[in-house]
Nanobody, 120 residues
């Protein structure tokens, strides 16, 4: 059974940082591209970042503007999202997802999310 479990969310002041983690099990992690998405209350789900299976290629949503960094450790079956210079508008549930093709928009597995709240 495939599981993606996010952690690291919480309450942070504007300008602060958080590091999200997503631990994967039950799949050949190193064969999957990994993405982060987010969804704020009342809004559609939004692409945040993607990383290729070998960690070489990364892409980010336009709103990131150099504030976030996605990375992965295939030995630990974990993908990370380092978020700096957080803004109140970054408040959302953050989800990791696994897909067989990098930046394809087709994700096969999803985590349940971790809540990030940024106070002003």
């Amino acid at each position: 059974q495939v599981q993606l479990v996010e952690s690291g969310g919480g309450l942070v002041q504007a300008g602060g940082s958080l590091r999200l983690s997503c631990a994967a099990s039950g799949l050949g992690f190193s064969s999957y591209a990994m993405d982060w998405f987010r969804q704020a209350p009342g809004k559609e789900r939004e692409f945040v970042a993607a990383i290729s299976s070998n960690g070489i290629f990364t892409r980010y949503g336009d709103f990131v503007k150099g504030r976030f960094t996605i990375s992965r450790d295939n030995a630990k079956n974990t993908v990370y999202l380092q978020m700096n210079s957080l803004k109140p508008e970054d408040t959302a549930d953050y989800y990791c997802a696994a897909g067989s093709v990098y930046y394809s928009g087709t994700m096969h597995y999803w985590g349940k999310g971790t809540l990030v709240t940024v106070s002003s």
